[in-house]
């Protein structure tokens, strides 16, 4: 029986376990990546193991979230993260070199090496022929320490790619279009992997934008496979060394199949608020428009600003229309600079930011009250530009140029505009924005501790028996931007946890952290996918912090599952899921023979004021048990 790709790269990395979906496995991983925003709980954490130097190939600290530094804290974590990383032999990525996948890609990126990222859309490496997996934290952590990582096998959906795209039509349609079919929880448990004649037509940069916003499906990775497109790529970035072909043999067997037709995909829009509310542009109309962003990593690449250029050039930005540019990186923003079209953007009354992250994060740029803003991103939940009552549509940099000349949603197709077709190429070797961690005893550099980080919080190993109060009862597709909310406001406040707690569920239900703090112990009730979204860790260690011991839910995201699971918290499954229904805020819940309970994979839960008892499932592999028997990872690695 012939292989798929995902599980070529996976046996090739399997240190044990059973290479089968649903099994738990442990595999090799050969690179890391942090970004600044998860990166300071990283490296405390890696501190926190009295690790000398990373067990990995490479390791690279990027800083790409903070960098508005609106006061010290976003500086001291980024001179706390540069001295643990030279500690520990680290790469560090200086801000203003540009957003932490991007420059992956273009830097490190190997085909057929594992990666793992303390980001969720580290699986932008899949365009590459990798398998690379976003992760909370302290799984970070401990695959630097160790050179590992444990998960359960995925299932492998197939997605065919058939044809060609039109121009006006790009890759970002291709995954608009598999968010449509699949939902955001569509990819749960699976990875997804890229086959076809279609796939020859896309090149390295196009794939990533797909594998990247696969993490909206919530799949564990997306993958394409490496083949003359990869060559000539990593080609272009002077690394043709790093090449080598791969594809799955042409009997793989996948657990599930689509085919997207290329031909016939047309521009498509991510409507307010989920990346899976995509419809046409032709169906949504014309709606008028009030800022266009263009960045992140999905959308940054030389070939998609070049093609933002092209349609800008000579022309001028609506004049109701805010325009901002982030580019990806800073060989790009080099390059645009040498051949002109940085000139054409500007000219055309666009805003250039840093190379950074930026709107995407809600670092600035948030629209104005009630207004439309098209954005080339991959999240467009509600709140995340900064605006509560913002509609965020996700486009791609086509539809998002146009549109910024028109000052509605447009489908270029129907402008009569020609688009050229925008070869990569090739870039000069620079690492200027990079820090190697050169010298000897680098070990011995000082640790930067600035006073605003502070000590992540541990939690104390699973009691005989859990009594807490229901602080919460939350929707369906609860995000961790919705448990954890980050802009301006609080990301500078990342590495001090009591403070962030204060805000926890903010949007969601204001009264969240008083309630806990009032309560001591408390638990969750939540709907289905709970967790979705970002890999941010916040998202269990704040709860964690306001005493929340179990999250009952109809289903988990994947990482933030993961991240519970690694502070102690239990992440349990209503065998029932009308049970849902049974539960309000107040009710006083227990838990007996907790221990044992856990160990037997169902856990009861009885309502002290009704009496009633709800079977839960727990899903714990042997290693997610003694977790939690111990009150999380650090716990269970000091013994
Ligand atoms: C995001 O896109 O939500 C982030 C910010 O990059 C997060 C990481 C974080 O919360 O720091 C992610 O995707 O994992
Ligand atoms: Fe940064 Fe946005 Fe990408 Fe997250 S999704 S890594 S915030 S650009």
Redesign the pocket.
Known sequence: MGKTLAYKILENHLVSGNLTPGEEITIKIDQTLT????GTMVYLQLEAMDVDKVQTELSVAYID?NTLQTGFENADDHAFIKSVAQRHGVLFSKPGNGICHQLHLENYGKPGKTLLG?????PTGGGLGMIAI?AGGLDVAVAMAKGTYSLVAPKVIKVELKGRLHPWTSAKDVILYVLQQLSVKGGVGKIVEYTGEGVKSLSVTDRATITNMG?ELGATTSVFPSDENTKAYLKSQGREADYTPLAADADAVYDQELIVDLDSLTPLAAQPHSPDNVDSIANIGEIKVDQVAIG??TNSSYTDLMKVAAILKGKKVHPDVSLVISPGSSKILTKMAENGALADIIASGARIIENA?GP??GMGQSPKSGAVSLRTF??NFKG?SGTLDADVYLVSPETAAISAVTGVLTDGSKTGQALPQIEDTDFTANDNFIVYPEGTNTENTPVAMGPNIKPFPRNTALPETVEVTVTLHAGDNIT??DI?P?DSRL?PY?SNIPHLANYCFEKVDSGFAGRCKEAGTCAIIGGDNYGQ????E??ALAPLYLGVKFVVAKSFAR?HRSNLINSGIMPLVFENPADYDDFTIGDELVIEQAPKQVQSGTVEVKNKNTGKTYQTKTNFSDLEIALILKGGKINYMKG
């Open positions: 970004q600044d925003s998860t979230h303390s980001d969720s859309h580290t976003g993490a992140s990593c992250c995407c994060i991959n999240r995340r961790t931007d954890m980050s990301l990342r979204g970002s890999s941010r916040h998202a990482i």
